[in-house]
């Protein structure tokens, strides 16, 4: 059964940094881009970042360029996102997804982890 696992959240004091990992299992994710959402109380999961198979293209939500790196290691079926110069207004939750294409619309993703649980205090 295809799985995506959210890891590497937690609180974090503004201005920090953080690693978010999400590993996949279960199937080939091979030729699919992968895609970073958050999703905070009360509003609406957005984009943050995605990254295609070759990681010759990624795409960034404006709120968190050079802030936030994208990248990921096909042999370990994991993509990572380097979150650095947090701010409060970047709690949510993280959630990691596969789409076939670069895309920063939740819709094209097929699949999604369960989350993974960033705060970061002023």
């Known amino acids: 059964q295809e799985q995506l696992v959210e890891s590497g959240g937690g609180l974090v004091q503004a201005g920090g940094s953080l690693r978010l990992s999400c590993s996949a299992s279960?199937?080939?994710?091979?030729?699919?881009?992968m895609g970073w959402f958050r999703q905070a109380p009360g509003k609406e999961r957005e984009f943050v970042a995605a990254i295609s198979w070759r990681s010759s293209i990624t795409a960034y939500a404006d709120s968190v360029k050079g802030r936030f790196t994208i990248s990921r290691d096909n042999a370990e079926n994991t993509v990572f996102l380097q979150m650095n110069s947090l701010k409060p207004e970047d709690t949510a939750v993280y959630y990691c997804?596969?789409?076939?294409?670069?895309?920063?619309?939740?819709?094209?993703?097929?699949?999604w982890g369960q989350g993974t649980q960033v705060t970061v205090s002023s």
């Open positions: 279960g199937r080939s994710f091979r030729n699919y881009a």
């Open positions: 997804g596969c789409s076939p294409v670069v895309s920063s619309r939740s819709d094209s993703y097929d699949y």
